[in-house]
């Protein structure tokens, strides 16, 4: 009679063991994609673009705007130092801070370093003013006072002039229900004689992006206000994204939330909407009476998206 060879219950069970973590670590990775990675930042422009330049001699004011950026990322720190290299390059005078400036609760006093000074190093060595907007994460418990202190913000709301630009900053986070706010804008915006008026804000009137749903109420009671004013253009976070749209009776409109946090997908897209692009990056303007030029810029130094506004 012919013995029958042994079994080895532990290989089989060490066969199981292998299906069931590499099923795990497939559920894990979709877990982490979805969560976490799809956040992050892929986007490389397939070909330089060609961007209108200003005449040479024109002597332009620069400055640069971005949003959605103080949580002290590897992202962030990239992106600013791309702000330095350009200072170098092209030297600007003001930072547009458009919300969001210190993560998760605006509390500055206790991460103003690592989530803002060192990121920025080089433009606060190069004594770049820095013109803050609230955000909706700078406004808890209390931080709103400390963010408007270290940025010295006159008030929550208020008006900056840099050469031909008049800039006039908001607290979109109450703007829909402050009449007090409203009518502050609306007498500033048409008091003003500056060649160029650009509002700068946290929360967007137009957008593709995860808030897009959130933008009614600005629409109903910011947007106559910018477009009876013959506001130039308005400056948004919120959304982490870069999105430009058309003019929509005479204003134009961008999104900058790639300032350094995690990114978002876009949604719905609006009617309008010019280009959209899921990427880290900060806008810089060079302005004249008579022009305006924008180009986005990665975290690389690569322009994304430029545009070029012209007045008789």
Known sequence: MTASPPRHPEGKNAKKWF??????????????????WRGFDFYRPSQPLHC???????????????GDFGEGTLF??????????????????????????????????????????????????????????????????GHQIDEM??????????KVSDGPVDFF????????????????????????HARWKIVAAHHP?????????QTAGLRKVLEPILVKSHADLYLAGHDHDYERFEPIQGVN????????SYLYDFKKVMPHSLVRIKTIHFLLFAVTDKDLTMQA????????????????
Request: charged share 20%.
């Open 19 to 36: 299906i069931g973590l590499s099923l795990l670590g497939i559920v894990l990775g979709f877990v982490a994609w979805a969560v976490f």
């Open 52 to 66: 209108d330049e200003l005449p040479e001699g024109s002597n332009p004011h620069r400055f640069i705007a971005f």
């Open 76 to 141: 962030q720190g990239a992106l600013g130092a791309q702000m330095a290299k350009t200072h170098q390059q092209s030297p600007f005078d003001i930072a547009l801070l458009l919300g969001d400036n210190i993560y998760p609760d605006g509390d500055i006093k206790r991460l103003a370093k690592s989530n803002f000074e060192n990121p920025y190093s080089g433009l606060i060595q190069k004594n770049v003013r820095f013109v803050a907007a609230i955000g909706d994460h700078d406004d808890h418990k």
């Open 149 to 158: 202190a270290y940025f010295h913000m006159p008030k929550e709301y208020y």
């Open 169 to 192: 900053i908001l607290n979109t986070t109450f703007f829909v229900r402050s009449p007090e706010q409203q009518a502050w804008l609306a007498k500033a915006l048409a008091e003003s």
């Open 205 to 213: 009137v137009y957008s593709s992006g995860r808030h897009g749903h």
């Open 253 to 260: 409109y961008i999104i900058s939330g790639g300032g350094g």
């Open 297 to 312: 810029i990665n975290r690389y130094g690569e322009v994304v998206d430029c545009a070029h506004w012209h007045k008789n």
